[in-house]
């Protein structure tokens, strides 16, 4: 038996990266899943992201181990494409039983040098597009009347300030008061709700900031992440969605509104 037998997880940002790791892992562990992901490339960041081809992998990778599979192209920002995607859900499974809040970006600038436009979109991406997956998912968690699990993927950028990331920062502690506000408006239903905050995590982001910046990856490791205490600079996307596995399961069923962190023992400098 798997941890999630008979579960649906609706997951945002699920094409590649950490995003396709929650998705199999869930698989692995019984889940149905629902892979939505956007696509395509916005205007920022200034690096290619998902295309349709890395969904069609995640839902290929999910179906080995036995699971049903369902691939959504959405743009988190869009109210009427979550709504859309939420929908589609429903009719496909009958329910939804986990969220992950995943879909991100990242990028690099100093506060003066960001453009309102680079702004929006990272705020759009990272905090608002949240904000749209719970307001459309959780009513139906209300509904179905079995609790539920909501994870949103925050960063230790959401518990500290980090140069050049200013509006990164700023998207992901909203995400904590975004989470521990909707923490307490939902326990009355069962429903538990935390944040994951990891160090960096080895996936295309890394590669496509440091790109952006003009800087090899391993100078940007070193600049943001040379204050773990662990004799490793960057995590695997497989040991986020292991500590998101453990929220989602019954283990956790009394954990709620808590900042779990992955992050090689960053935050205790």
């Known amino acids: 038996m798997g941890k999630l037998d008979g579960k649906v997880a609706f997951i945002t940002g699920a094409a590649r990266g950490q995003g396709r790791a ?3 892992t869930m698989a692995r ?17 200034r690096y290619a992201l998902s295309t349709r081809s890395d969904l069609d992998e995640t839902l290929s990778q999910v179906r080995a181990y036995h699971r049903r599979a369902l691939g959504i192209v959405a743009d988190t920002r869009s109210a009427s494409e979550m709504a859309h995607a939420v929908k589609q859900a ?3 499974f009958g329910r939804i039983d986990i969220l992950i809040c995943n879909a991100g970006i990242a990028d690099m600038a100093l506060a ?25 998912v959780v009513p139906q968690m209300i509904e179905q ?32 008061g975004l989470a521990r506000s909707l923490a307490l408006e ?8 935390n944040t994951l905050h990891p160090t960096g995590v080895n996936t295309a982001l890394i ?25 490793v600079r960057l995590v695997e996307p497989q040991e986020i969605a292991n500590a998101a596995l453990w929220l989602a399961s019954d283990e956790a069923c009394h954990i709620t509104g808590q900042e779990l962190k992955v992050d090689a023992g960053l935050m205790l400098k």
């Open 22 to 24: 929650h998705a199999t």
């Open 29 to 45: 562990e019984g889940a149905d899943i629902v892979a939505v992901d956007i696509c395509k490339d916005l205007p920022y960041p």
């Open 90 to 92: 429903i009719h496909e």
């Open 112 to 136: 003066w040098d960001v453009t309102e436009e680079w702004w929006d979109i990272m705020l759009d991406v990272n905090l608002k597009g949240y904000w749209l997956a719970v307001r459309y």
């Open 145 to 176: 009347r079995a609790g539920g699990r909501i994870i949103m993927t925050s960063s230790v950028a959401g518990l500290k300030g980090m140069p050049g990331l200013s509006h990164y920062c700023a998207a992901k502690w909203g995400v904590v």
């Open 186 to 193: 939902v326990a009355q239903f069962g429903i538990t709700v």
């Open 207 to 231: 590669d496509g900031m440091a790109a952006a910046a003009g800087i090899s990856k391993e100078q940007l490791v070193e600049q943001l992440y040379a204050d773990n205490l662990l004799p």
